[in-house]
């Protein structure tokens, strides 16, 4: 059997720690909700808020490597609409969301843009639809349906209006992927992922200053905690480890090993927020990561 590549621990390690990461933000939304009667647009504002002095940095620094292609004024709409739609609304649909959902739901409605991905690009590139799709559609909406089914005996009145936030934001990210592959071949993935989330942090914080006063940021030291905390742990390590691990074990195990995301969520979710886990979660969990993996697995390949 050939021994993996030197790095190859390097990168699976650096996958699960991003996949780990990405799903603590659903958790750390939830504990400041749980501190203070914070609005979802305020979090939002201060997890970009920490989070653009990196992005800045290394946007400034990845424009000055070697052999890197000039913007034009295209690139930079493109940049921007897709930061737009793919960090800002998204983002500000699933803090919504979570004011209503709990933690471990919303990572597995999220976790359907595969096949969101899959819906939209033959819908707008004619791509092909196969048998494997289909089943792996149909296998993953039977679980997020078992989820939603277990829920609802537990959930307040407004969760089908959370449910439609993060799936309105799933959504927005899926097209984000769709419209992102010229910009990402053309830019790099670090560069235009730099350049996007300046974009998506402008908006946030646009969007901030003109509806709330600045005494709204009055808040509990504990928000600024956890809000510096969802920058680092969540946002700006998640990104770039993410970039690391695509470069060691290329996209597709990548892909594969943040398939533990939602099982991630989940068990923080138990571990810190007290949710509960119950045979139609654990089952209706399974089906959408065996849909989820059923679409991946051809990429990974």
């Not at 059997?1 to 933000?25: E, H, N, Q, Y």
């Not at 060691?248 to 943040?258: D, F, H, K």
Request: aromatic fraction near 10%; proline fraction near 4%.
């Amino acid at each position: 059997m050939p021994s993996p590549p030197p790095r190859f621990g390097l990168g699976v390690t650096l996958a699960i720690l991003a996949a780990v990461g990405f799903s603590a933000k659903a958790v750390f939304v939830k504990l400041a909700y749980l501190v203070a009667p914070i609005d979802a647009i305020t979090l939002l504002a201060l997890r970009m808020a920490f989070s653009l002095p990196v992005f800045i940095a290394v946007a400034i620094w990845s424009s000055r490597q070697r052999h890197v292609n000039c913007l034009h004024r295209r690139d930079y709409g493109l940049i921007i609409a897709l930061g737009f739609v793919g960090y800002y609304i998204s983002s500000l649909f699933d803090f919504m969301g979570l004011q209503y959902l709990n933690a471990g739901l919303e990572r597995l409605i999220l976790f359907l843009y595969p096949t969101m991905t899959v819906l939209l690009s033959a819908a707008l590139f004619k791509h092909r639809i196969t048998r494997r799709h289909i089943v792996a559609l149909t296998i993953s909406y039977v679980g997020i349906g078992l989820v939603f089914a277990h829920e609802l005996s537990h959930q307040s009145a407004n969760m089908l209006l959370g449910a439609s936030l993060v799936f309105a934001s799933t959504l927005s990210y899926s097209v984000y992927l769709v419209g992102a592959g010229h910009a990402i071949h053309k830019l790099g993935t670090i560069r235009f992922t730099a350049l996007a989330m300046i974009a998506a942090s402008a908006f946030t914080l646009i969007h901030f200053g003109l509806t709330h006063h600045i005494s709204a940021l009055q808040l509990p030291a504990r928000i600024y905690l956890l809000s510096v905390a969802m920058a680092v742990f969540s946002t700006v390590l998640p990104v770039f480890m993410l970039s690391a691990a695509i470069r060691l074990i290329n996209p597709g195990r990548t892909s594969l090993i943040g398939s533990a995301g939602p099982v991630a969520t989940i068990f923080m979710a138990y571990l810190f927020l007290g949710e509960t886990i119950g045979g139609l979660q654990i089952a209706g969990s399974i089906l959408v990561l065996c849909g989820v993996l059923l679409i991946s697995w051809r990429g990974s390949r």
